[in-house]
Structure formats: structure tokens, C-alpha cells
């Protein structure tokens, strides 16, 4: 390392969040190298997976696996181990952890114990992908991924149907299919949708087209469906006539509780409305 990047012979005792390359191994920073490099331990996802980037980087520290399904029972250990002295490093099969990955509740109890964290970033499919849509990215709404079961999965787009940020999805090559054909059914065939395919790996590709097109690219060949996918959708194009159903329902609520003006005010404040259109609605419905 050059003199900017001393390596120390150890770390303070705290737990450090650790983005590794979500595909092109190059894609890691060389403080997570070196933080690497100097911890006493590594909590790993999946300790095999890891293990060849670690080896990669000549990296030979103690793996301890931690998921989804050992999380809330070993995070203790690591807690303990941190509060003994050891400085404990974080990281996940891909990218940033904790952002759809594991590590959520142990950074709660370390808060909780008064153990320090330290976030050491670094590459994430949703701000990678984002970067090269096309898609309107100074307000977006990260959903991770949708439920599997197809109720589940219709009742939360539903739920994001007057979304008016860019939707940043995470999706299986397997269910791929069918949550755009959701999306058509409930946001339109004409919205606007972008696929990333394979972030920074060699078949790293994007796609930008209307939801109903999509369907019936996906359709067209099963090589389509490969790889790791970053759906994003566009959001929706507010109507300046219309007022929203959710801002309705929230006049109703207050309607019942405060004058209509002063309902009409605070709706307004609350979702971006104009007062005088709620409050000319609120005179004739409510």
C-alpha cells in the first residue's frame, strides 16, 4: 500500500460494514482491503462464497457465518467478541450488507450494547444500476424484493400505484416473468421500465421500454431470463387534475376530527396537494 494507506497491526474494537463487488471482483475499495486485512474477524454470509474473494486478496482471517437463518442467535457472539477487544468486519455475498442482505439485527443490538459501527462503503446494485438507467434518480424508492406469493406481490404493487418516485426492485431470473406481467396489469403496458442485468460481470447489460414490451421481450427468448436482475420502474405521472386516493383518505380521516379547512390545509401540507381543490372535494363528497 502507498504511504496514504498505512496498514496498522490492529483495529479498534468495533464492528465495520464491509461493501464487497456485487460481480467484477476489481470492485472493491482499498480501505475495504485494508479493513479486511487488519480485522480480528470476518462475519460472512456465506463463508464459502467469500472465502474466494478473500483468497483473491490474499486475505486469511477466521470466517464466521452469519444469515438470515443464525443471525438473531449468534449476534450476540460477535457482540461478545467485540466487547473482549476483537474488531469484527461485516459482509455479505455481494455489495453493500444489511441493503436486502443480512446484518440488520445485529447492527440493532450492537447500537443497543453501545458497540460501535462503522460503515465502510462501496458498491450497491440499486445505486449502480440506478446510475446508468435513465430513470429520474433524485427521489426513488427502494423495495427490495416483492413477496413470492402472487397475492402478496399484487397487493404491494398496488399499494405503489400513486408512487410517483423511480421503484427500484430486486429480482430472480425465475420470477422475473411474472412481476412484469403484474406490472402491466397493475401500473399499465405504457410504463416506462428499465432492466439491469448482470452489473458489472461480463454480460452486463441494460434495457429501457414500456412494461408491456418488456413482457413480451422476456417472452421472446429464454436467454433473457438469466442472470441477476435490478428492475426499475418509472413513477407515476401525476395528473395536476386529479387529486390522489390516498390524499382523499386522509381528508376523510381528519374531516371527521377538524373543520374542512383546516383538514384541507393539512392534507394538502401532507401530500403535495392543492388546498383549494381538497377543499372544494371535501364540499361536495363530504
Known amino acids: 500500500m502507498s504511504e496514504n494507506h498505512p496498514i496498522s497491526s490492529l483495529l479498534p474494537a468495533k464492528l465495520y460494514i464491509v461493501a464487497t463487488p456485487i460481480g467484477n471482483i476489481s470492485d472493491i475499495t482499498l480501505r475495504a482491503i485494508e479493513t479486511l486485512q487488519q480485522v480480528d474477524v470476518i462475519a460472512a454470509e456465506d463463508t464459502r462464497h467469500s472465502g474466494k474473494l478473500l483468497s483473491h486478496y490474499q486475505i486469511k482471517k477466521p470466517l464466521f457465518?452469519?444469515?438470515d437463518h443464525n443471525e438473531r442467535q449468534r449476534g450476540n457472539v460477535l457482540i461478545e467478541k467485540i466487547k473482549a477487544g476483537q474488531s469484527v468486519a461485516l459482509i455479505s455475498d455481494a455489495g453493500t450488507p444489511l441493503i436486502s442482505d443480512p446484518g440488520?439485527?445485529?447492527v440493532n443490538e450492537c447500537r443497543d450494547a453501545g458497540v460501535d459501527v462503522v460503515p465502510i462503503p462501496g458498491p450497491s446494485a440499486v445505486i449502480t444500476a440506478l446510475s446508468a438507467a435513465?430513470?429520474?434518480?433524485d427521489r426513488f424508492?427502494?423495495?427490495g424484493f416483492l413477496p413470492a406469493k402472487e397475492k402478496g406481490k399484487q397487493?404491494?404493487?398496488k399499494m405503489l400505484i400513486e408512487e410517483s418516485r423511480t421503484m427500484v426492485f430486486y429480482e430472480s431470473p425465475r420470477r422475473i416473468q411474472d412481476t412484469l406481467a403484474q406490472i402491466v396489469a397493475i401500473f399499465g403496458a405504457d410504463r416506462k421500465v428499465v432492466i439491469a442485468r448482470e452489473l458489472t460481470k461480463?454480460?452486463?447489460s441494460f434495457y429501457a421500454m414500456p412494461a408491456g414490451e418488456?413482457?413480451?421481450w422476456l417472452n421472446q427468448d429464454s436467454n433473457h431470463c438469466r442472470g441477476e436482475f435490478v428492475l426499475m420502474v418509472a413513477g407515476a405521472q401525476k395528473n395536476e387534475e386529479s387529486i390522489s386516493q390516498v390524499a382523499l383518505n386522509t381528508l376523510a380521516l381528519l374531516k371527521e376530527h377538524l373543520p374542512l379547512k383546516k383538514a384541507a390545509a393539512i392534507t394538502a401540507q401532507i401530500h403535495d396537494e392543492k388546498k383549494n381543490e381538497l377543499y372544494k372535494w371535501g364540499l361536495e363528497n363530504l
Do not use: I, N, Q, R
Open 214 to 216: 418488456m413482457v413480451d
Open 65 to 67: 457465518p452469519l444469515h
Open 202 to 204: 461480463t454480460f452486463e
Open 134 to 137: 435513465g430513470l429520474a434518480t
Open 155 to 157: 397487493d404491494k404493487l
Open 104 to 106: 440488520y439485527h445485529l
Open 141 to 143: 424508492s427502494f423495495e
